[in-house]
C-alpha cells in the first residue's frame, strides 16, 4: 500500500470550491500531525496548513487563512482540505505530508504523498 | 516569518565531484532550550514528490547514501554531497521548521 493518496484535484472556476482527500495507510492520523504543502508547476515549495495530532490544533499560512480548512476523518483514517473562494494563484499540485515525530510544533515532514493538480481558471 | 534563502539558485557539477549547497535563514533556527536547529532538507526529483534527506540540520534520513551529509547551526546550513552520482540530479529543498514552515526556492543540481 502507498502511505499516502492525495486525490480530489481538477479544474475549477475562479470563486468555487474544491475539496482535497489524502488516505492514509500503515498509520494512523490520530498519532500524527500532517501538512499540506502545495506546488505551482515549475515552482517551489509552499506550506498550506497543518493540523496536529490531536486534530483539534489548526495553523494557516496567511495565503490561505480564511478560506481553506483543514481537518481529518479518524475513523476513515482520512485528511481533508475545503479550499473556498479559489484563486487563479492557488493552482498548484497539493501534497499531503507526514509530520516528523518529536520535531516541535510544526516539524519537518518524513513522508509525502504523490499529490494532486487543482488549476483555478475561467 | 522566517525567509530561506538558498545559494546558487542552480549548479552543475560533474559525476565524482563534490556538490555544495548553502541555505540562510533571516533569523536564528537554534532552539537554545535543546539546543538542535529546527532545519531540514529535502531532494525532489522531477515528477516526484519531495524526499525528507536530513532533519535537525544534519540527521541524516535512513537509506539516505552517506556521500550527503548536513552541517551548519543558527542561520547558516550547508548540504554536501562528497561525490556526485548521477541518480543526484534533482532539486534540493532546505526547510525551517523553527516557526511556520518556510522553504527555500530551491537549488537545481545538474551533471
Known amino acids: 500500500q502507498v502511505p499516502l493518496v492525495e486525490y480530489g484535484g481538477g479544474v475549477v472556476q475562479p470563486g468555487e470550491s474544491l475539496r482535497l482527500s489524502c488516505a492514509a495507510s500503515?498509520?494512523?492520523?490520530?498519532?500524527?500531525?500532517m501538512h499540506w504543502v502545495r506546488q505551482a508547476l515549475g515552482k517551489g515549495l509552499e506550506w498550506v496548513a497543518f493540523?496536529?495530532?490531536?486534530?483539534?490544533?489548526?495553523y494557516y499560512a496567511d495565503s490561505v487563512k480564511g478560506r481553506f480548512t483543514i481537518s481529518r476523518d479518524s475513523s476513515k483514517n482520512t485528511l481533508y482540505l475545503q479550499m473556498n473562494s479559489l484563486r487563479p494563484e492557488d493552482t498548484a499540485v497539493y501534497y499531503c505530508?507526514?509530520?516528523?515525530?518529536?520535531?516541535?510544533?510544526?516539524?519537518?515532514?518524513?513522508?509525502w504523498g504523490r499529490g494532486t493538480l487543482v488549476t483555478v481558471s475561467s | 516569518d522566517i525567509v530561506m534563502t538558498q545559494s546558487p539558485d542552480s549548479l552543475a557539477v560533474s559525476l565524482g565531484e563534490r556538490a555544495t549547497i548553502n541555505c540562510k535563514s533571516s533569523?536564528?533556527?537554534?532552539?537554545?532550550?535543546?539546543?538542535?536547529?529546527?532545519l531540514a532538507w529535502y531532494q525532489q526529483k522531477p515528477g516526484q514528490p519531495p524526499k525528507l534527506l536530513f532533519s535537525?540540520?544534519?540527521t541524516r534520513e535512513s537509506g539516505v547514501p552517506d556521500r550527503f551529509s548536513g552541517s551548519g547551526s543558527g542561520t547558516d546550513f550547508t548540504l554536501t554531497i562528497s561525490s556526485l552520482q548521477a541518480e543526484d540530479v534533482a532539486v534540493y529543498y532546505c526547510?525551517?521548521?523553527?516557526?511556520?514552515?518556510?522553504f527555500g526556492q530551491g537549488t537545481r543540481l545538474e551533471i
Open positions: 533569523q536564528s533556527v537554534l532552539f537554545s532550550s535543546n539546543n538542535k536547529n529546527f
Open positions: 526547510q525551517q521548521y523553527y516557526s511556520s514552515p518556510t
Open positions: 535537525w540540520a544534519s
Open positions: 500503515g498509520f494512523s492520523l490520530s498519532s500524527h500531525g
Open positions: 505530508a507526514k509530520y516528523g515525530g518529536n520535531s516541535g510544533t510544526f516539524g519537518y515532514l518524513d513522508l
Open positions: 493540523i496536529r495530532y490531536d486534530g483539534d490544533t489548526k
